[in-house]
């Protein structure tokens, strides 16, 4: 094991679930899903002092929203990485929050999986070792995925990954008006509207386009994403209206090709040709709401460390 006793720093990028259908209810209580999933280049840092025990701090300007760092998914991963390995070498982490939580954007889950990839790289372990993917599974079902965060094809639980897809960056627009959008909520709404009709969630047009192979262009995908859906964004809408007012914003932007929310909510993504489109729709949307959390960004794969 590496005897480097310097801080290091590694980025944790926002999720973003372009597509996600939601299937049948498991005897788990969980459900299998289907999502193809991109990271965007803007998200939370955390770093890592080495030292004799593990601890964790947290600023940063949504950090107020985050809970108490006692129960934070940070350190839950590295207790659970800690147990599986005698003698894991530890540290201070340092989380520099800046996307909203109950967002759809999987912060806790990528800030976790970033512990994992810092530890793994203070200890030497490739990030296929089976004790730090096994960790991941057991603390969150986004947590595989933001392990490696590169757009995939998510499914069963979260826990069966496609191979990295080659996908075109795509200019985007995040926007969240600032209400908090609980996970078990919308699940609740959507059992209720299917009243256990769930559908199988193996007929995803965009997961089927994907597959097929070749580098999609942007109108090719804007076309598979249109024949696809967010299971969870009617359930959202009806429970949060603020969900639907990110949308009709987004929406009436002349620039924006496609919008959707993202994962269970609040946060609504908007697609564009160009960066230059996507950084003016930002400044509209700050302007026209002065309140919501706008970020400007790329959507694809994010650097795994930074």
């Known amino acids: 094991m590496t005897t480097d006793a310097a801080e290091r720093s590694a980025f944790a990028p926002a999720k973003i679930n372009l597509t996600l259908r939601i299937g049948r209810k498991r005897a788990d209580g969980y459900h299998d899903l289907e999502s193809l999933v991109v990271f965007a280049d803007t998200g939370d840092t955390l770093r890592l002092a080495p030292g004799p025990s593990l601890a964790l701090t947290v600023d940063g300007p949504t950090a107020d929203h985050a809970g108490p760092s006692s129960d934070n998914l940070v350190l839950r991963a590295a207790r659970a990485l800690q147990a599986q390995i005698g003698g894991l070498r530890i540290g201070h982490f340092h989380l520099t929050k800046s996307t909203p939580v109950a967002a759809g954007l999987g912060g806790g889950s990528s800030d976790a999986a970033a512990a994992l990839r810092l530890l793994a790289q203070l200890n030497a372990l490739p990030l296929h070792d089976a004790r730090l993917t096994g960790v991941a599974r057991a603390t969150g079902a986004d947590v595989p995925v933001c392990l490696d965060p590169k757009p995939r094809l998510m499914r069963g639980i979260g826990d069966i990954l496609s191979p990295p897809l080659d996908l075109p960056a795509l200019p985007a627009v995040l926007v969240n008006a600032g209400v908090p959008v609980p996970t078990g909520a919308v699940f609740g709404a959507l ?57 009709d914003a987004m929406r009436a932007l002349s620039a924006c090709r496609f919008a959707r929310m993202s994962g269970s909510g609040g946060t609504c993504f908007g697609l564009f040709e160009t960066a230059d489109d996507a950084k003016r729709a930002a400044v509209a949307l700050r302007h026209h709401h002065p309140g919501w959390w706008v970020q400007a960004t790329t959507l694809g794969a994010a650097p795994a460390w930074r």
């Open 191 to 247: 059992a209720a509207a299917r009243a256990g009709r769930a559908p199988a969630c193996d007929d995803d047009p965009a997961s089927r386009y994907v597959e097929a192979g070749g580098l999609p262009s942007f109108a090719s995908l804007l076309d598979a994403l249109a024949a696809s859906s967010n299971d969870l964004e009617t359930p959202a809408l009806s429970l949060f209206p603020a969900v639907g007012e990110t949308l």
